[in-house]
């Protein structure tokens, strides 16, 4: 019997975040930002092993990196590639995935995961999605995994659990009170020293039924676009069809759209060292530090009185960092970053200069 538990992987992000080692032709998810010699997109197909075969793994990303997703992942089938003709966030093309997984497989569990996502504890982590999954088998709720958060952190946003109303077939999930957006530093401490706030982990997992029937009653003229391309799923017309009509999906995020809406919401507080890798500082968080707490990711980097850098010069031959503290250091074809770690929320307006 073929497995019904499918994956899907969102990977049509456009992030600058990480400029130079990210562009707008080469975002995040396909950079090994960690200097494992994976890149994060991959990292985030391995720690599926065992739980979704192959076959059932899907990517959605834009047309434009279809060619990096089928070089970084040879084995996912053609058909599996799903690439959206323009940015639409991230309710579409999770209505686009779910309609043509359905068509061939009804009774299908669906993990929507972001593809530039971080996990430390592999084996924690796949033992919640497996739980996860068979909760959804036999409900009709919609899941998300919500993340024990280690400081008051104002880029992530929170899920607010009902910890006294443990679902009945499985005591580690709850009912989902409300969705809180990022907060202000003072919010984020008061959520903090609270037992029942969650970090938002991006993380999904429904039946296909459920999430098709979520997007019937609160999203309606997004599924009638995808149900009108039911004829024309898994044929030679499927990208030229939806070519013509994804434009006409609204932009909005299944937060927004689903998520803050239905009822049947719960969420499965977990901890297995998540990080969205927003931020060099939350790479430099993730990775090991020397003595003084510098961090080399990639080529000859020797440091002398400096303190708590993060370097990543794969590109250069050697890096010398000498009396600088609290520094990002960064290098790709020509491009270079330096500044301080404090300062790199500016990153971004230089980088789209590029």
């Known amino acids: 019997m073929a497995s019904l538990n499918h994956l899907v992987i969102m990977a049509g992000g456009v992030g600058s975040r990480f400029w130079p080692m990210s562009t707008a032709d080469c975002p995040k998810q ?52 799903l690439k959206e003709p323009c940015r639409r966030n991230t309710a579409p093309c999770i ?30 982590f796949q033992r919640v999605i497996k739980s996860s999954l068979n909760f959804v088998a036999d409900s009709d709720a919609i899941l998300t995994l919500g993340v024990k958060p280690t400081r008051p952190e104002t880029g992530y946003g929170y899920i607010e659990a009902v910890l006294g109303s443990a679902s009945l077939a499985n ?30 982990s991006g993380i999904f997992i429904w039946n296909v039924s459920t999430i098709v029937n979520a997007f019937r009653i609160y999203q309606s003229p997004i599924a009638s676009i995808f149900e009108s391309l039911t004829p024309y799923y898994y044929t030679d017309e ?26 049947e919401i719960f ?16 790479l430099y968080c993730n990775v090991p530090k020397d003595v ?26 050697s890096v010398v960092v000498i009396g600088i503290d609290d520094c990002i250091v960064a290098e790709k074809e020509g491009n270079l970053l330096v500044c301080k770690i404090s300062d790199e929320n500016r990153i971004k307006e230089f980088s789209e200069e590029k």
């Open 30 to 81: 396909f950079i090994d930002v960690l200097g494992c010699g994976r890149s994060l997109l991959q990292l985030t197909v391995d720690r599926f092993a065992g739980i979704c075969p192959v076959e059932n793994i899907w990517v959605l990303t834009n047309e434009k990196y279809a060619p990096i997703v089928k070089e970084q992942l040879p084995m996912i089938l053609e058909d599996n590639i």
């Open 95 to 124: 209505a686009y995935a779910a309609w043509k997984i359905k068509k061939r497989c009804p009774n299908a569990n669906m993990v929507v995961t972001p593809s530039d996502h971080f996990v430390a504890d592999v084996p924690e």
């Open 171 to 200: 005591k580690e999930i709850f009912r989902v009170d409300s969705f809180k957006e990022k907060p202000s530093l003072e919010v984020a401490q008061s959520y903090v020293a609270k037992n029942n706030f969650y970090w938002n």
């Open 238 to 263: 499927e990208q030229e069809k939806l070519n013509s009509c994804f434009p006409d999906c609204r932009s909005i995020s299944v937060d927004y759209a689903i998520m803050e809406r239905a009822e």
């Open 267 to 282: 969420v499965f507080p977990s901890n297995f060292g998540w990080s969205d890798l927003g931020t060099w500082m939350s």
């Open 292 to 317: 003084n707490g510098n961090v080399a990711l990639g080529g000859d980097v020797k440091f002398a009185d400096a303190h708590n850098c993060i370097v990543n010069s794969r590109g250069m031959k």
